[in-house]
């Protein structure tokens, strides 16, 4: 597990002079089975969000509208992607912590995910991720 697992995808785009269109098939587009779609909005400026990783669940991040960046870290290093094509998405393995800032106004984020919710996924804290990936406190 390395942020190389971690990826942008493109989606299909049909552009026509009446407005674009992309969509995202499960299992073929994305490299899971679509169980639960959610989506941010109405982000106050400067808020932050996630600052989470999960143990086995997979996601792909999508700027549906405006921007917005991801800080992916999997204990070992840190990429910041910005996010700003709704026909573009980023892809996140398990046991990467992911924060998300810097958003636009009016920007929505759709998150697609590869499992119902489950509380018991998540690694809240930053130490228990660190101790998880890579055995160390910090």
Not at 47 to 70: C, M, N, W, Y
């Amino acid at each position: 597990m390395s942020l190389a697992d971690c990826h942008q995808i493109d989606f299909p785009k049909i552009q026509d002079p009446r407005g674009n269109l992309t969509f995202i098939e499960s299992d073929r587009h994305i490299p899971f089975e679509i169980k639960r779609v959610y989506y941010l909005y109405d982000v106050p400026g400067g808020a932050t969000r996630a600052g989470h990783a999960h143990k086995k669940l997979q996601q792909v991040l999508i700027a549906l509208s405006g921007s917005f960046d991801v800080l992916l870290d999997d204990g070992k290093q840190k990429e910041r992607v910005h996010l700003s094509h709704p026909f573009r998405g980023l892809y996140i393995y398990p046991l990467t912590w992911r924060m998300i800032d810097n958003f636009s106004s009016s920007s929505v984020c759709l998150s697609i995910v590869s499992d119902f919710y489950a509380e018991d996924d998540y690694i809240r804290e930053y130490d228990e991720f660190l101790k998880t990936v890579v055995g160390v406190k910090k």
